[in-house]
């Protein structure tokens, strides 16, 4: 597995992990000091201001997770199309996510989704 998908899949993972410093240690070694991250409803820097926004997801979607229906990465750029699934493992959401990598860190993601 070359880095860009280890670093996704600490991304992914990230969303569902309750423990907010180990989510936070884990963001801060995946992401490159100047990381951005937009999506239909929020911009945000760095990677503390990433986790905070993924303790505010946990806390309206309880128990949810995000399953990757496929994630092709070339040239330092990545596209994942993802299903968005409650805790019954119903898709509650679809979405698609592109992500720029340098030095195999994550340094920028947005994210499309309609916004519910």
Not at 13 to 37: C, H, M, P, V
Request: glycine fraction near 6%; aromatic fraction near 14%; include cysteine.
């Amino acid at each position: 597995m070359n880095e860009a998908n280890q670093a996704w899949e600490i991304y992914r993972a990230s969303w569902s992990n309750e423990n907010s410093g180990k989510r936070a240690e884990e963001l801060q070694k995946i992401t490159t000091d100047d990381f951005k991250y937009r999506d239909p409803n929020i911009e945000l820097s760095g990677f503390e201001q990433l986790s905070d926004y993924m303790s505010e997801f946990q806390k309206e979607f309880t128990g949810s997770s995000f399953v990757i229906r496929d994630f092709i990465v070339h040239h330092n750029r990545s596209l994942s199309n993802w299903n968005m699934v409650n805790c019954e493992n119903e898709v509650i959401a679809k979405g698609t996510d592109f992500a720029t990598y340098e030095n195999g860190k994550l340094k920028q993601i947005t994210g499309f989704f309609k916004e519910g």
